[in-house]
Nanobody
Framework: QVQLVESGGGLVQAGGSLRLSCVASGRTFSSYAMGWFRQVPGKEREFVAVISWGGSSTYYADSVKGRFTISRDNTKNTVYLQMNSLKPEDTAVYYC???????????????WGQGTQVTVSS
């Protein structure tokens, strides 16, 4: 079983930036594609971004394209989400997830973290 722990969330003004991190347990992290998702109360969890196991392929939701960047450092068992030009509608709990397969858009990942809150003020 893979354990994922997110960090880096917090309060930020619109137009600001945050960098989220997700640390995975075990030495098999490099074998997993990693995704970021977000969820607000009363709404379903939505896809944000995904990166392949080698980091060569990425895919973003239209709502964050050009503002968010997903990356990974397999030597540190960590995946990142750099969020720039944040908007109030980006407010959500952000989750990282892993799977042995590259899964653009889908929420059907095998492993999930507990989430980190991101709040963007107007």
């Amino acid at each position: 079983q893979v354990q994922l722990v997110e960090s880096g969330g917090g309060l930020v003004q619109a137009g600001g930036s945050l960098r989220l991190s997700c640390v995975a347990s075990g030495r098999t992290f490099s074998s997993y594609a990693m995704g970021w998702f977000r969820q607000v109360p009363g709404k379903e969890r939505e896809f944000v971004a995904v990166i392949s196991w080698g980091g060569s392929s990425t895919y973003y939701a239209d709502s964050v394209k050009g503002r968010f960047t997903i990356s990974r450092d397999n030597t540190k068992n960590t995946v990142y989400l750099q969020m720039n030009s944040l908007k109030p509608e980006d407010t959500a709990v952000y989750y990282c997830a892993g799977d042995l397969h590259y899964r653009p858009r889908t929420t059907e990942y095998s492993y999930w973290g507990q989430g980190t809150q991101v709040t963007v003020s107007s």
